[in-house]
């Protein structure tokens, strides 16, 4: 009955939910710095604007997310028709897959990168090809030279999740001088918005030289409206037009649409998350080097650190005290845990459970 493809997935495995370790574990006091939200939860413009819009999901939302999408294209200087959204950018990833991916055909990624990438491909019986980090960092040249004529994706997670770590704009701008343009690159920029380095690439600018390029965004990180659902690409207009093909008609809910809308407005609470995040990387850097313990500097409001320990015991030591971290085993990495960088007090519950679990 099973269409053979579907038989090597695995079902995703999330981090298990505060509420259910807190049953477990028969405490209240249980913190999560696994999924890289944001410890200040949503902005409450958008929490206003969704008890407002409660009243109305009676009706269907816009399909194309018109108000938002008008609103998106102003504040990104591009046009309309070179937008379209998804039910968090997850679901875009699937629709590329859908777009471009025939049986067979070869789709290049990091190893380790986010897994949705190989999701995405293995539903269309495509082939994914890994191409190892080189010091945690995509390795673009050998991406590049992994690319064949079967080659039909490229995904760039920029920056990297689980890394934390970015390409710059000179690797990029010979990335794209180089990349066949009957293959589609994809920057999956999720975590854009914590980016500080300077030579950080804009890649909207590529969409003025190439035709196959598309840039996932999201408002789950950032803008702390994970459990909405809500992500865009921007590319160009035909490309576009074919993602808008395969996406079901009324993808993103009204909720979201609101929340999002209300979400760009509020500069407000998008400085506040930045700055929480720069303190709470500065200290526990600090405290990462007071326990002698190397880290992978990050652009993101997640670190990637190593416990010189068998990570899978440290995951579960931490849990039963209560603190939620990433296993980073999971990507292929035995003695690190990746952490996201909460509030001050739970940066510090994080630092104070660490200690106590690797005494
Ligand atoms: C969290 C994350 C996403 C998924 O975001 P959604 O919009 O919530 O689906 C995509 N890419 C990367 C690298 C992420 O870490």
Redesign the pocket.
Known sequence: MIREDILDIKPYVPGKPIEEVKRELGIDDVIKLAS?ENPLGPSKKAVEAMKEAASGVHIYPHGDCYVLKEALSDRLGVSEEELMFGN????ILKFIGEAFVNTGEEVIVAEPS?S?YEFATNIMGGDVVKVPLKDYTHNLSAMLETITDQTKLVFI?NPN?PTGTTVTKQEVDSFMAEVPDDVVVVF?E??KEYVTSDDYPETINYLTDYDNVII?R?F??IYGL?GL?I?YAISNKELIGYLNRVRPPFEVNSMAQTAAYAALQDQDHLNKSKEINTEGKKYLYQEFERLGLEYVPTETNFILVDVKKDASEVFADMQKQGVIIRNAQAFGYETMIRVTIGTDEQNQRLINTLEQVLA
């Open positions: 890289n968090g950018s997850d679901d986010f949705e997670c999740n999956d999720a975590y996932l999201t789950s990180k994970a659902r992500g």
